[in-house]
């Protein structure tokens, strides 16, 4: 059982560039989320999708862009890379609103 | 005001000790409460729920304050391996978004 699983691991992007990043789980949850953490600032959510065909915006969703549309994948998507955007990102899912995530190991970007 | 605060630390104890961390919510109608721990440079790993009448995990426990608006962690006897950071977390307004509090940085020295 893989749980959650993000790639790449680690991304080095130059200011401007695009790039996805890449999640799955195979647990059939439904609710799934992505968040990033910076250094003294917490988690953040970005976006978040409670089924297939559904996503919403966490509290910082500028510059990013998710789909889903199977229960297994929530892909998140950056299309102009800014140094703002260097961070951490972790997606995790859960099987219900109040239940607790599951995270994936994580994807370090550094946008130069 | 954030919505969950925690005092980051460090919380420097000794093997067996207990040890206490707090953590405050901004919104009344939070229903749901959780503690994770955090390894450096690891993903967050759920801990444990937060009930409204408390629960005990072995030698951990939480409690719920509604009045005072906080949540603690109470961990008994500690090991070397609960070394680590400690994430509380509370639901929003809408109960679909959950914010996580700053950690707080627990080592536990031999």
């Not at chain 2, 005001?1 to 630390?9: I, L, M, S, T």
């Not at chain 2, 729920?49 to 719920?64: I, P």
């Not at chain 2, 509604?66 to 090991?79: G, M, T, V, W």
Request: with cysteine; glycine share 10%; hydrophobic share 30%.
């Amino acid at each position: 059982n893989a749980g959650v699983t993000q790639t790449p691991k680690f991304r080095i992007l130059k200011i401007g560039q695009s790039m996805t990043l890449q999640c799955a789980q195979d647990m059939n949850h439904n609710y799934m989320y992505w968040y990033r953490q910076d250094p003294g600032m917490g988690l953040k959510l970005i976006y978040y999708s409670v089924g297939a065909g559904i996503t919403d915006k966490g509290e910082v969703p500028n510059g990013y862009n998710v789909s889903r549309s199977t229960t297994e994948d929530f892909p998140l998507r950056l299309e102009l890379a800014a140094p703002s955007q260097t961070s951490v990102y972790f997606c995790a899912s859960s099987y219900s609103r109040v239940g607790g995530y599951t995270f994936g190991s994580g994807t370090r970007l550094t946008v130069v | 005001r954030k919505e969950v605060e925690q005092d980051p630390g460090p919380f420097n104890v000794p093997e067996g000790a207990t040890v206490a961390f707090n953590c405050t919510y901004s919104n009344s109608a939070s229903q749901s409460f959780f503690w994770y721990r955090q390894d450096c440079r690891k993903e967050p790993k759920l801990l444990m729920s937060v009930y409204s009448s408390g629960n005990e995990d072995g030698r951990f426990t939480a409690q719920l304050n509604r009045a005072s608006q906080y949540i603690s962690l109470l961990i008994r006897d500690s090991k070397l391996s609960d070394s680590a950071t400690y994430l509380c977390v509370a639901d929003g307004p809408t109960g679909n978004q959950f914010y996580f509090g700053t950690g707080t940085s627990l080592t536990v020295i031999p």
